[in-house]
């Protein structure tokens, strides 16, 4: 039964209906185990009542559920047939009917006059002048007044009943019955047993009929008060049916059978199906006859007709007779396809056919048949061509390994051979043809397209006007153009009356279904592409996919050829003839999507809040999981709708994956329109709906409640830190003038400090600078000059003058590093050895892993020693005397060693000058080095004297 644009199925396994392409379980069936169902029906208020057959009766809507049985009052619990009128439910049981009330189901049973013998078996209820009457299996018709049903008429073994145009339609077990609705009495009688139920279509009364012992039933239609079955125009594969419902929208005819499942019909199909010859090779029309090739021969069909048959062994025989000629011409050395002539009779193929001057010409594995357009074999040519037509009143024909061949006159074989493998414009490899009044096009499977016109080839591939090397087929429009369908399934339309030709409409292989393309034909400016998954077909900016829904099952396609607004698809199996009419006028139909189940977070929504999902969803921020199940219903081929959706009106569309679920995986805070788009590939139409708005709450941190109270803390904290922070200023500012005070007396200190630190840098400097050092030097250098010895004398005088630099510049700075005081130490000593007998040598050992040059000492810090040295230390005794200078670190300190070989504590009373120079040293160190308790020792001996230096790493 077709009830809320659903069909409904009630049968021994339960309760079920169709949903899109599968049966979907009715849940409160299974909650109450409720099966054997035999009526199913649906009152105003929206409750499903269904019939069991033993286990009384199930009441449902969308809120609640209950049983209805004997307990509850019902008169029996077989129940057949369930009738809504008015306020009221009307039960047929198999012993009596109850009343039921739809609003407090309270139950009526009204009295009848029961039969010993049998039970009062109640079959069907139906309503003629607001009364509600009954019909019976073995007590005849009655109708129900004041709680009693009272005998109208006797009739016996009625199955079912049926008010149309004013009559009754009854079917008993013998015949079928039209009962007059006033008098009730038969009209008409029809031999046609057990009718089960009735149906008018377009007019006209249907209904279903089978036996009840034997299966041999029909599906009958009332024309003309003529019976006409129409199982065998329906191609209905069983008889054994029971039951039907008619889906007005789609125009499908669902049959319940005993044995056999459901049948479903389409009673509009835009395809239908001739299946009548096996193989069907090439389709020819001429006025009222349609010439078929098969793999039987040929079939000639006057008028729906079939008037004549061809056999293949005609065509064999006629071969056999009629050879000889040209046999020996034909051959391979002169460019023709050989030809096996032992090929038998029921190996015969066909390539293609057509009419040219009231003559049929047909191509074959055994040669080229001509015939009149009665059927009549005329002449045969033994030529081996796949593709051939006629151009200028010429036979041409494609060699199949290469080359055009132009026929002058085929019966005398006078042609004109094209093939030049070194003339690119020679056509080879040809699939196809396309015949134009002025040219003919070529389609090559390896080198493009070809046109030959005006007596010339050309290639478009050389001439780069259209660049695709490999095509499969090519046609004619009815506009002229020229399509090309490519190795690749890319379609173009070619302008071809363009110099250059003129790209009027490309289809991307992206928008083809199929992977090989088998057919490419344009009626009226509607485009068929025929692949191995189905046909293609593309109006202006519609696209349709015709494949096993809509009827056409079989994709070994021959070929396709067009006619009086038809397409004839040619296959393995038949042909199929699809409508160009239907196509032109589609009804504009709106799919319309139902969200049947929700799951957030994995978890189900109830029913209530999906029946309510207009006003939106409202969900918390951790609840951005979502799954959307939808259904499209009463859809006529729910596998030709595409589903694609998009979260806001800015975003492209996503196309789904899995057909009717929407995945939205952590959606962010914020609102969502959530859209699906509809593409109906049946009628082209594509259809957007709003599908659910959908609300993620931001977290409770973002909302304004918390902002502001957030706010309102921060002001408060502000104030506090605020007067915090002026307590700790004014704080800090008292102690910033203690230490502002305290900072002014270490200042006082530290100016006390640099002054005496200076006092000292001068009595240091004043001590290298003696006056008995500087006559010294210049006594030598003077002796240099006298003796005119001028390059010692320039010498030591540029020497001495980098000494004075050297150390003018060392008194302005507070330290130097250690390498470069010993540089200086080394020039120093380079100057005394003027005046000196005996060369000093000044000799610097340092530990490896010391940086002489990261290691600060005061400046001139180590001279007063080297210079006691060279002055005490060295009389002329000391042959080879010697300083030597070593720097060590020694318990995270830097130890610096100065020892000579001299005279040691043989003269150890210093002078004035060593015990000044030592002493001012000591007072450097002792304002520098503040943390050493003793940082020069001196110690004297036989061998010389060692002075011992500690310095702050």
């Known amino acids: 039964m077709i009830l809320k644009e659903l069909l409904w199925i009630g049968s021994r396994a339960g309760l079920s209906k169709k949903k899109m392409n599968s049966f979907e379980i009715v849940g409160e069936a299974t909650k109450h185990k409720f099966n054997n169902i035999f009526d199913i029906t649906e009152d105003e208020n929206k ?116 008010v149309w145009k004013g009559n009754i339609y009854l079917g008993t077990e013998t015949e079928l019955l039209i009962v007059d609705s006033e008098k009730f009495e038969i009209i008409t009688k029809y031999q046609v047993p057990s009718v089960w139920q009735f149906y008018p279509y377009k007019g006209k009364m249907c209904f279903i009929s089978s036996g009840i012992y034997d299966n041999d039933g029909g599906i009958y239609r009332l024309e003309d008060e003529k019976l006409v079955n129409r199982v065998v125009p329906l191609k209905v594969p069983f008889l054994d049916l029971k039951s039907f419902a008619y889906d007005n929208k789609n125009e499908f005819l669902y049959i319940g059978t005993q044995n056999n499942g459901l049948i479903q019909v389409n009673l509009n199909a835009s395809i239908f199906y001739q299946n009548g010859y096996g193989k069907v090779y090439s389709l020819l029309f001429d006025r009222n006859k349609e010439y078929v090739f098969h793999d ?51 190996r015969i193929i066909f390539y293609n056919s057509l009419i040219n001057k009231n003559t049929i010409w047909v191509s074959s594995n055994i040669g080229m048949f001509e015939l009149d357009l009665n059927g009549k074999i005329t002449k045969y040519h033994p030529i081996h061509v796949f593709i051939f037509t006629f151009f200028e009143g010429k036979l041409t024909t494609v060699v199949p390994y290469g080359g055009i061949r132009i026929f002058e006159n085929i019966n005398t ?101 199929g992977s090989t393309t088998a057919f490419v034909s344009e009626i009226e400016g509607i485009l068929y592409v025929g692949t191995n998954l189905g046909i293609n077909v593309f109006k202006e900016n519609k696209y349709f996919f015709i494949n096993k829904s809509q009827g056409f099952t079989n994709y070994n396609i021959n070929k396709a050829i067009t006619f009086d607004s038809k397409l004839f698809v040619l296959t393995s199996n038949g042909y199929y003839v699809l409508d160009n009419s239907n196509f032109k006028n589609k009804k504009q139909t709106i799919n319309f999507a139902k969200i049947t189940k929700i799951l957030v977070n994995n978890k189900k929504l109830d029913d209530s809040t999906i029946n309510n999902i207009s006003n939106g969803l409202v969900l918390n921020y951790t609840e951005n999981n979502i799954n959307i199940f939808f259904t499209v219903t009463n859809e006529k081929f ?43 590939e049946d009628n082209g139409n594509v ?86 050092f500087l006559f010294n030097v210049l006594s030598s250098i003077q002796f240099y000059i006298i003796t005119k010895d001028v390059d010692n004398a320039l010498y030591y005088l540029e020497r001495f ?50 940086n002489l040059n990261s290691i600060e000492i005061s400046p001139l810090l180590l001279q007063p020693f080297v210079e006691n040295s060279i002055v005490h230390a060295f009389p002329a005794s000391i042959e080879k005397p010697l300083i030597k200078l070593s720097v060590e670190r020694y318990k995270g300190k830097i130890q610096i060693l100065i020892e000579d070989n001299g005279i040691g504590n043989k003269n150890n009373k210093n002078t004035t000058h060593n015990s000044k120079g030592i002493s001012i040293v000591k007072k450097r160190l002792d304002l520098t080095q503040k943390n050493f308790e003793k940082n020069i020792d001196i110690l004297f ?12 790493s």
Not at 75 to 90: C, E, L, S, W
């Open 941 to 952: 001996s036989d061998n010389g004297t060692k002075v011992l230096i500690i310095l702050d």
């Open 638 to 680: 729910p596998d030709k709708l595409k589903f694609k959706y998009r979260l806001k009106s800015t975003e492209s569309w996503t196309d789904l994956i899995n057909d009717t679920q929407i995945n939205l995986s952590y959606l962010d805070k914020g609102f969502y329109d959530l859209e699906i788009q509809i593409s109906n």
């Open 296 to 346: 039987k021969g040929l079939s000639i069909i006057t008028n729906n007709e079939s008037t004549k048959n061809v056999s293949l062994h005609e065509f064999k025989k006629y071969q056999e007779k009629n050879d000889d000629k040209f046999k020996d011409y034909t051959i391979i050395t002169n460019h023709f396809y050989p030809i096996d002539y032992n090929i038998p009779e029921n």
């Open 47 to 162: 409750k499903m009542w269904i019939a069991g057959y033993g286990q009384g009766i199930l009441c449902f809507d969308k809120y609640s559920s209950r049983l209805i049985n004997t307990k509850n009052g019902l008169v029996n619990d077989f129940v057949r047939v369930v009738f809504p009128f008015k306020d009221k439910i009307y039960a047929g049981t198999l012993n009596g009917i109850s009343i039921i009330s739809k609003d407090d189901f309270s139950i009526i049973n009204p009295s009848f006059i029961q039969n010993p013998n049998y039970d009062f078996s109640v079959s069907s209820f139906f309503e003629i002048n607001d009364k509600v009457y009954v019909t019976t299996i073995n007590d005849g018709l009655y109708v129900i007044e004041n709680d009693e049903l009272i005998k109208v008429n006797d009739i016996k073994k009625i199955f079912s009943s049926y």
């Open 413 to 513: 074989m006078e042609n004109k051979y094209f093939h030049n493998w070194n003339n690119p414009n020679i056509p080879a490899d040809i699939v196809s043809i396309a015949n134009f009044d002025n040219a003919l096009y070529f389609a090559s499977a390896l080198t493009g397209l070809y046109e030959y016109k005006n007596g010339v080839f050309k290639s478009f591939l050389v001439s780069k006007e259209f660049t695709e090397p490999k095509l499969k087929r090519i046609t004619k429009s009815n506009n002229g153009n020229l399509i090309i369908v490519t190795d690749f399934n890319d379609v173009y339309e070619f302008d071809v009356n363009q110099s250059p030709i003129k790209i009027i409409r490309h289809i991307n292989h992206q928008k083809i279904k």
């Open 801 to 850: 003058s980098s000494l004075i630099r050297r150390t003018l510049d060392f008194s302005d700075k507070k330290s130097i590093s250690l390498s470069e005081e010993i540089d200086y130490l080394k020039q120093y000593i380079e100057i005394e050895n003027i005046r000196v007998e005996n060369q000093i040598t000044f000799e610097v050992n340092v530990e490896s892993n010391l």
């Open 687 to 772: 259809s957007i709906q709003s599908l659910v708005k959908i609300e993620i709450e931001p977290p409770y941190y973002l909302k304004l409640p918390f902002i502001i109270a957030i706010i309102i803390a921060v002001i408060l904290i502000s104030i506090l830190i605020i007067k915090l922070r002026i307590n700790i200023i004014q704080s800090s500012q008292r102690k910033k003038m203690k230490l502002i005070e305290l900072q002014a007396e270490q200042e006082k200190k530290e100016l006390m400090f640099d002054k005496q630190l200076a006092e000292v840098k001068l009595q240091a400097l004043k001590s290298q600078m003696n006056s008995h």
